[in-house]
């Protein structure tokens, strides 16, 4: 990516070397004209009215023609390390969060049966305990004794029933049996009409993990454009670092669907 900026040392430059700058002055006069004046600049990397505050210093100075000095302006421009740390960090955030929404996606697949017991598909199962929700495993101890069914041990044998009937209610495709003991419940194999059922709950938690990460990019391009309102990016540079967030974000997409691809190769086994 190539990022333009102002060097140090043509910032340190005196008001001469800006010969490209255009001020309008009253007729007569050095002064400056009661409207706002523009500095266009020939390396294109940003354009400031009076008054605007960017990086490093650099005064612009004016005589009258009584010898009275007015000061113009404060220009400071970006460097570019300055440019590169807050593209980093910027960048560093976003795939923190589009690692977040991964592992949330991760989780609701996990919850989506298939034709194998596995623990976490009572993950987001909540019992009604004492009059709190609480997560099941909080209260209960799951076990696979084999790749076909779950066995579940409540600390607290009373609410055996209780468990029970949240697990109906979840509807994920199974049944509980209380032996008044433990609660055994068996896995089915997987039937066409399942799979496809299971396909399309599949295709939705993994479109809800795309929305995620395009909702993380967005952010970051925000944060771009509040730099580029502060004059602390130019348009260019602002478009630069978007391109390299939409290389990421590219990524994380392609990750969602080798996810998504993985969960749906069920082995024929437990079909």
């Known amino acids: 990516m190539a990022l333009r900026a102002v060097s140090p040392a043509m910032a340190a430059s005196p ?20 409207r706002s004046s523009l500095l266009s600049f020939s390396t294109n ?27 113009l302006a404060v220009l400071r421009h970006a460097t570019i390390e300055e440019i590169e740390a807050e593209k980093t960090i910027i960048e560093e955030q976003a795939k923190e ?18 034709g194998r017991a596995n623990p976490s598909m009572l993950d987001r ?30 600390f607290d044998k009373s609410c055996l029933k209780l468990i029970e009937k949240a697990i109906v209610a979840a509807n994920i495709g199974v049944t509980p049996s209380n032996d008044g003991e433990v609660i055994r419940v068996t896995v089915p194999p997987l039937t066409s009409d399942r799979r496809k059922e299971m396909a399309k709950t599949v295709a939705k938690l993994s479109e809800e993990g795309k929305v995620a990460i395009r909702n993380i990019r967005r952010d970051a391009i925000k944060a771009y454009d509040k ?3 502060e004059k602390k990016l130019s348009e260019d540079n602002k478009k630069d670092l978007s391109a390299d967030l939409q290389k990421i974000t590219d990524e994380y997409m392609k990750k969602v669907e080798s996810l998504q691809k993985a969960k749906e190769q069920v082995p024929r086994s437990f079909h």
């Open 227 to 229: 730099l580029e309102k």
């Open 125 to 154: 199962i909540e019992v009604e305990y004492y009059g709190t929700p609480v997560n099941l495993k909080s209260i209960a101890q799951i076990n696979t004794p084999d790749a076909s069914s779950l066995l579940i041990q409540p």
């Open 97 to 114: 969060k589009m690692e977040k929404a991964l592992e949330t996606m991760q989780t609701n697949f996990n919850t989506v049966r298939t």
């Open 45 to 71: 990397f940003m354009n400031l009215h009076s008054g605007a505050v960017g990086f490093f210093s650099v005064p612009l100075v004016l005589q009258h023609s009584d010898k009275r000095r007015v000061v």
């Open 15 to 34: 008001p001469c070397a800006l010969s490209s700058a255009r001020i309008p002055q009253r007729p007569g006069c050095g002064c400056l004209s009661d």
